[in-house]
């Protein structure tokens, strides 16, 4: 694309951008008084988008932006492949171009959800003009920083060394809180929690009054065998960063291939769970329970020199309704996060869950993941309520959930079509923008990763855990899952430091 010539930056956004650009760093300044107007041009045009996303809220907050590197953001798991892209050029490049990938996916959700207000008053772009436009500038012009930065051996350390993501704990919060005294008190709350879980998953899926069950099974899609499934993962080894990526079909094949199916006790509406929308005047995104719709997407853990690819289900309920005249966990929206990690040669290692709070993080291991010892007996580990047999070919999990809690109760294994009532496939992405009532497109998340409107009282007594607004429902990347330790869902080694798994076992 042919650039168009500079034009000031109006004051007001100068000033609006001052903060999102008080850690940019030598490199983007350099870039901002280049001599060369394609690279001035492109500083000038990340300044004015970041002032105009930042003022307008619509910040997504899903991935981690690299302070100085305003066209590239990061996940976990992608940082944590910081160190293995240093090892030579090829790995270098790559690293940058998922990076800038990441960036141009967020960027895509933001330019949709700005304000055709915002939108209009950039630079250079003129009542015609679309977001398409906006979204293809942003592109070209990352690649064009990109390029700039990595001929240049100072910009590449830097880039390598910025390229974390912040932790969603605050170590303020915890020293403000006295956190080395309340974790005890933390860690015996956490007990009992686990102990009431282990004592219901001893008793079985309860029915409560008036309540029945209702089996959710995955749509009728086609799905892929094993040796397909290990064929698609084995090109990881023909990738510069050991990263088995997979295509927006190969992901619905999967998808299909891995779903479980969900046997809810359903009381009322609250135990429905359904596609997320925008109704008029809502303040919280209400699920549809007309229509079952369970929202996936890919995630990586590392184990070892081995990148595995996880698949992940996220299924909405329009609240947890309060048990009683108070219930400190009681509030709008509720889910269920359920992720199936998959060892190379396609077969399920591991799975395990959370509520998008964070909360109730539980791991289902088969018996080629063995559970490490935790090295503090307080800290929250890896709670495993109940192993699962091996899960051959054609199987998948079926999880109970119980009514009003929406806490998993048991977890089994069938074959073959289960029940009649089906659920649709959606990608999580859609819930990074959504159409609203009023024309115009808006984010499920608010800029700060978290869903407006759904805070919990529990924040009041959890805050010296170091978790902002403990209980409200979180984006996938923002998911803090123990009070006791430090612990992300996302973590590229969560699963390598609690867990040994057996990936030879297809070769021995």
């Known amino acids: 694309m042919r650039l168009v010539r500079r034009r000031c930056i109006s004051s007001l956004a100068i000033v609006l951008s001052a903060t999102g650009c008080a ?10 008084e280049s001599r060369s107007p394609h690279v001035s041009d492109c500083a000038q045009w990340y300044r004015a988008l970041d002032a105009k996303v930042g003022a307008a809220g619509v910040r997504d907050a899903q991935h981690a932006r690299v302070g100085g590197f305003p066209y590239l953001r ?3 798991a992608l940082a944590s492949l910081a160190p293995r892209a240093a090892s030579s050029e090829a790995a270098l490049h790559a690293f940058a171009e998922r990076a800038l990938e ?3 996916e967020s960027r895509r959700h933001e330019i949709d959800n700005l304000p055709r207000e915002n939108f209009d008053s950039l630079p250079d772009v003129h009542a015609g003009f679309n977001r398409t436009y906006l979204l293809r500038r942003t592109r070209d012009c990352g690649h064009i920083l990109r390029d700039v930065d990595l001929a240049k051996p100072e910009a590449r350390a830097a880039l390598l060394r910025r390229a974390t993501v912040p932790d969603d704990y605050s170590t303020w919060l915890r020293a403000v809180g006295l956190y080395p005294l309340t974790r005890l008190a933390f860690a015996a709350g956490v007990r009992r929690w686990q102990e009431r879980t282990l004592a219901a998953f001893e008793r079985g899926p309860a029915t409560p009054p008036g309540a029945s069950r209702v089996r959710y099974a995955p749509p009728p899609s086609a799905t892929l065998p094993r040796a397909a499934v290990a064929g698609v993962l084995s090109r990881a080894r023909f ?5 088995p990526r997979v295509s927006e079909r190969e992901l619905g094949l999967l998808a299909a291939t891995y779903a479980p199916s969900f046997d809810i006790a359903v009381a009322a509406d609250y135990d429905r769970f359904g596609r997320l929308r925008w109704r008029r005047g809502a303040a919280v995104p209400e699920p549809d329970g007309g229509e079952p719709a369970v929202y996936v997407h890919s995630a990586y853990a590392r184990y070892g020199e081995e990148v595995l690819l996880q698949i992940v289900y996220t299924l909405w309920f329009s609240q947890r309704p309060p048990r009683g005249d108070v219930d400190l966990l009681a509030g709008r929206l509720d889910a269920l996060v359920w992720r199936v990690t998959l060892a190379p040669d396609g077969a399920p290692l591991l799975y395990d ?16 993941a063995r559970p490490r010892p935790a090295p503090d007996p307080l800290e929250e580990w890896a709670f495993v309520p109940q192993t699962l047999p091996r899960v051959e070919e054609g199987e998948r999990p079926v999880v109970s959930i119980a009514s009003a809690t929406h806490y998993i109760e048991r977890v089994a294994l069938v074959r073959g079509t289960d029940s009649l009532v089906r659920y649709a496939f959606y990608g999580y992405d859609e819930l990074r923008s959504m159409p609203d009532m009023a024309g115009g497109r808006r984010s499920a998340f608010g800029p700060d990763g978290r869903i407006p409107g759904t805070g919990r009282a529990e924040r009041l007594l959890f805050w010296p855990a170091g978790i902002a607004s403990a209980g409200a429902m979180r984006q996938w990347g923002r998911h803090a899952t123990a009070f006791v330790g430090r612990r992300h869902f996302d973590d590229a080694d969560l699963v390598e430091r609690r867990f040994e798994l057996d990936l030879e076992e297809a070769r021995r």
């Open 102 to 104: 990441l960036d141009i």
């Open 353 to 368: 869950a959370i509520h998008p709070c964070g909360c109730f993080h539980q791991f289902f291991p088969t018996p080629r």
């Open 239 to 243: 990738d510069a960063l050991g990263q």
């Open 74 to 76: 990061v996940d976990r």
């Open 23 to 32: 850690t940019l760093g030598e490199h983007f300044a350099a870039h901002l």
